[in-house]
Nanobody, 124 residues
Framework: QVQLVESGGGLVQAGGSLRLSCAASGRTFSNYAVGWFRQAPGKERTFVAAISRSGGSTYYADSVKGRFTISRDNAKTTVGLQMNSLKPEDTAVYYC?????????????????WGQGTQVTVSS
């Protein structure tokens, strides 16, 4: 089992940057793929990015490709999400999630463990 805690959210102007971090507890963090999802007010939670167990493979939603970068440090049991060129439509609560499945999913149902979320607000 793994516990996840997100941090790094905040208020930023459009065009700015933020870096989110997902800290994991548990001895076998390298056995989990990790994804980031976001949920805007009144909308469904959607996929943002994911990274494989080793960090060798990454996946992005089309809406963030080229602006966001996901990375991980298995020694420090953390996953980061660098967000650049932020837009007001990026405003949402951002969640990290983990799965032991070999197949990395873009669906919420593919993840077993979730953090509590961190708010990102982008002003225009």
């Amino acid at each position: 089992q793994v516990q996840l805690v997100e941090s790094g959210g905040g208020l930023v102007q459009a065009g700015g940057s933020l870096r989110l971090s997902c800290a994991a507890s548990g001895r076998t963090f390298s056995n989990y793929a990790v994804g980031w999802f976001r949920q805007a007010p009144g909308k469904e939670r959607t996929f943002v990015a994911a990274i494989s167990r080793s960090g060798g493979s990454t996946y992005y939603a089309d809406s963030v490709k080229g602006r966001f970068t996901i990375s991980r440090d298995n020694a420090k049991t953390t996953v980061g999400l660098q967000m650049n060129s932020l837009k007001p439509e990026d405003t949402a609560v951002y969640y990290c999630a983990a799965t032991r499945d070999l197949l990395i999913s873009r669906a919420q149902q593919g993840y077993d463990y979730w953090g509590q979320g961190t708010q990102v607000t982008v002003s225009s």
